[in-house]
Protein backbone atom coordinates (compact mmCIF):
# COMPACT_ATOMS: atom_id res chain seq x y z
CA UNK A 1 0.00 0.00 0.00
CA UNK A 2 1.26 3.26 -1.11
CA UNK A 3 1.67 6.56 1.35
CA UNK A 4 -0.93 8.11 -0.67
CA UNK A 5 -3.27 5.08 -0.25
CA UNK A 6 -2.64 5.07 3.75
CA UNK A 7 -3.25 8.46 4.21
CA UNK A 8 -6.77 8.04 1.71
CA UNK A 9 -7.58 5.01 3.89
CA UNK A 10 -7.10 6.94 6.55
CA UNK A 11 -9.12 10.15 5.68
CA UNK A 12 -11.77 8.16 4.71
CA UNK A 13 -11.95 6.72 8.42
CA UNK A 14 -12.96 10.14 9.11
CA UNK A 15 -10.18 11.21 10.82
CA UNK A 16 -8.61 14.92 9.48
CA UNK A 17 -4.70 15.73 9.40
CA UNK A 18 -2.78 19.15 9.11
CA UNK A 19 0.37 18.87 6.74
CA UNK A 20 2.55 18.19 9.65
CA UNK A 21 0.63 15.22 10.46
CA UNK A 22 0.63 13.76 7.33
CA UNK A 23 4.73 14.10 6.90
CA UNK A 24 4.77 12.94 10.53
CA UNK A 25 2.54 10.02 9.90
CA UNK A 26 2.63 8.49 6.57
CA UNK A 27 6.04 10.48 5.35
CA UNK A 28 5.07 12.13 2.77
CA UNK A 29 7.15 15.07 2.02
CA UNK A 30 4.84 17.30 0.00
CA UNK A 31 1.22 17.05 1.30
CA UNK A 32 -0.29 19.72 -0.54
CA UNK A 33 0.50 17.62 -3.49
CA UNK A 34 -0.85 14.70 -1.82
CA UNK A 35 -4.17 16.34 -1.40
CA UNK A 36 -4.09 17.99 -4.75
CA UNK A 37 -3.62 14.05 -6.28
CA UNK A 38 -6.80 12.80 -4.32
CA UNK A 39 -8.86 15.98 -5.16
CA UNK A 40 -7.70 15.27 -9.10
CA UNK A 41 -9.22 11.64 -8.39
CA UNK A 42 -12.34 12.01 -7.59
CA UNK A 43 -12.24 12.78 -3.77
CA UNK A 44 -13.83 15.77 -2.05
CA UNK A 45 -11.05 16.76 -0.15
CA UNK A 46 -12.01 19.84 2.31
CA UNK A 47 -9.41 22.35 3.72
CA UNK A 48 -10.50 23.86 6.82
CA UNK A 49 -8.84 26.27 9.45
CA UNK A 50 -8.37 25.34 12.86
CA UNK A 51 -6.54 26.79 15.99
CA UNK A 52 -4.08 24.43 17.40
CA UNK A 53 -3.45 23.71 21.64
CA UNK A 54 -0.07 26.08 20.76
CA UNK A 55 -2.81 29.08 19.39
CA UNK A 56 -1.53 29.22 15.88
CA UNK A 57 -4.01 28.69 12.82
CA UNK A 58 -3.59 25.55 10.44
CA UNK A 59 -5.36 23.51 8.18
CA UNK A 60 -6.47 20.64 8.23
CA UNK A 61 -7.72 17.83 5.54
CA UNK A 62 -10.88 15.59 6.24
CA UNK A 63 -12.84 13.84 3.37
CA UNK A 64 -16.58 14.54 2.79
CA UNK A 65 -19.57 14.28 0.91
CA UNK A 66 -19.36 17.10 -1.89
CA UNK A 67 -22.59 19.31 -1.53
CA UNK A 68 -25.35 19.69 -4.44
CA UNK A 69 -24.31 22.92 -5.27
CA UNK A 70 -20.70 21.42 -5.89
CA UNK A 71 -22.41 18.62 -8.09
CA UNK A 72 -24.47 21.17 -9.73
CA UNK A 73 -21.62 22.90 -10.81
CA UNK A 74 -18.96 20.25 -11.80
CA UNK A 75 -21.85 18.96 -14.12
CA UNK A 76 -22.06 22.26 -15.55
CA UNK A 77 -18.99 23.33 -16.34
CA UNK A 78 -16.99 19.27 -16.85
CA UNK A 79 -20.77 17.65 -18.35
CA UNK A 80 -20.40 14.95 -15.75
CA UNK A 81 -20.03 14.37 -11.99
CA UNK A 82 -16.19 14.42 -11.27
CA UNK A 83 -16.20 13.65 -7.55
CA UNK A 84 -16.23 9.67 -7.28
CA UNK A 85 -16.70 9.13 -3.57
CA UNK A 86 -20.17 10.88 -3.18
CA UNK A 87 -20.57 9.35 0.52
Keep these: MS ?3 LL ?5 A ?3 FTAK ?3 AS ?3 AHPASAVRSLREQGYCVYSNETKLSSGKVATKY ?7 RMVRT ?4 FGASIFTSQK
Design 3 to 5: KQD
Design 8 to 12: LKHLQ
Design 14 to 16: GKA
Design 21 to 23: QIQ
Design 26 to 28: FGI
Design 62 to 68: RIGKPTK
Design 74 to 77: ANAV
